[in-house]
């Protein structure tokens, strides 16, 4: 499509050129040139992309079709900033730290017709507010599921055999030698894991897991899935899987139901041995309720990808407790995925502007 377009372009201003050459009219340089340019402009619709350090393969996909710009700074693009860019652009290209509501869509303009983010998660999106504008939206499942799974179980070893304290203690000049019972941590084998949000990053989760020699895996949520009984999963309510397992994973999105769905009561519940993993969205749980919780060591430990704020600042008191690992938000991180999510967002927003499917998009 996009030689598509270039090619059209050329061929209108080269059967121009001929055209007056045919009439034997010189045609200089300089105004083939400017009728190149307006031709360009006329044709080519916007798009904003709230990041200058999007992978290049999905970002070069749209500024072969499009008038593509993009906010200067490797940060998220300041609210005032995003509310002025916004402004008479055909599509968005946004990450989960944008917040996509009402004010910024008034903001827009009548030309926006999709927004596609770069994330799985689009909590970030007030999806009403922008389908009542006709107004589709694009995101990135599939291409991330193995990431996050991956970066899940990693964060599960890391929790429950004590890697950054290990680390630490050497560090710290604390490894004087081999001795019989410290570091010790707990195992994946024989234990009954429960997976709240058996969605694909669950299941990514759960078939993982069978390579551990796991006793149960569990699942909660509305329905009992076909995959459940593939993978070897057993749907139970949401408190037998909160009551009955060693490891608490969370892979759900956050949504209304969800939110602060961990809290104080939840983790009384909880097995005092539990460890607590949560690779969705820090705003599924009640973090003060969950410091609590592994402070007065009603759970064991928690390995977190996502909290509450993003960034956690340094010196946030869940950052000082040995049972609790914490990395900033690096689920999706490996380079191939995230191209891919690049990529994928820019096929959703092409389509979008092509009035065509989308590869992915939010229904
Ligand atoms: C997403 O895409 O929503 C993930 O949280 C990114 O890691």
Not at 320 to 328: A, E, R, S, T
């Amino acid at each position: 499509m996009t030689i598509l377009v270039t090619h059209c372009r050329q061929v209108n201003v080269a059967k121009v050129c001929r055209f007056r050459q045919h009439f034997r009219q010189s045609v200089d340089f300089m105004s083939c040139n400017s009728l190149k340019l307006s031709s360009s402009n006329m044709s080519k619709r916007k798009v904003f992309v709230t990041r200058p350090d999007v992978p290049a393969a999905g970002l070069n996909m749209l500024k072969e079709r499009f008038d593509v710009s993009t906010w200067s700074e490797e940060r998220p693009v300041p609210r005032e900033e995003l509310v002025k860019q916004v402004q008479g652009k055909d599509a968005l290209f946004c990450m989960l730290t944008d917040k996509i509501d009402k004010e910024l869509l008034d903001n827009a303009g009548k030309h926006l017709k999709v927004i596609g983010t770069m994330s799985v998660g689009y909590d970030h999106i007030d999806v009403a507010e922008v389908r009542s504008r006709g107004i589709r939206i694009g995101y990135t499942p599939d291409v991330l599921t193995d990431a996050v799974a991956e970066l899940t179980i990693a964060l599960l070893l890391a929790t429950s055999r004590r890697l950054f304290e290990g680390h630490q203690q050497i560090l710290d000049g604390k490894w004087s030698a081999w001795a019989p019972t410290w570091m010790c941590g707990v195992e994946l084998k024989h234990s009954t894991v429960g997976i709240v949000g058996f969605g694909r990053i669950g299941q990514g989760v759960a078939r993982r897991l069978n390579g551990f020699s796991v006793n149960r895996i569990l699942y909660s949520g509305r329905y009992e899935k076909p995959e459940g009984k593939e993978i070897g999963a057993t749907h139970v309510s949401f408190d037998d899987l909160v009551s009955e397992s060693d490891f608490i994973i969370v892979t759900c999105a956050l949504t209304p139901e969800t939110k602060e769905m961990f809290n104080d009561a939840v983790f009384a519940k909880m097995k005092q041995n539990v460890i607590f993993i949560n690779t969705s969205r820090g705003g599924v749980v009640d973090q003060p309720a969950l410091q609590r919780a592994l402070e007065n060591r009603t759970i064991l430990a928690a390995g977190l990808d996502v909290t509450t704020p993003e960034p956690l600042p340094p010196t946030h008191p869940l950052l000082q407790l040995k049972n609790c690992v914490i990395v900033p938000h690096i689920g999706s991180a490996t380079t191939w995925t995230r191209g891919e999510m690049c990529i994928l967002t820019a096929r959703n927003i092409i389509a979008a502007l092509d009035d065509k499917p989308m590869p992915a998009e939010v229904l």
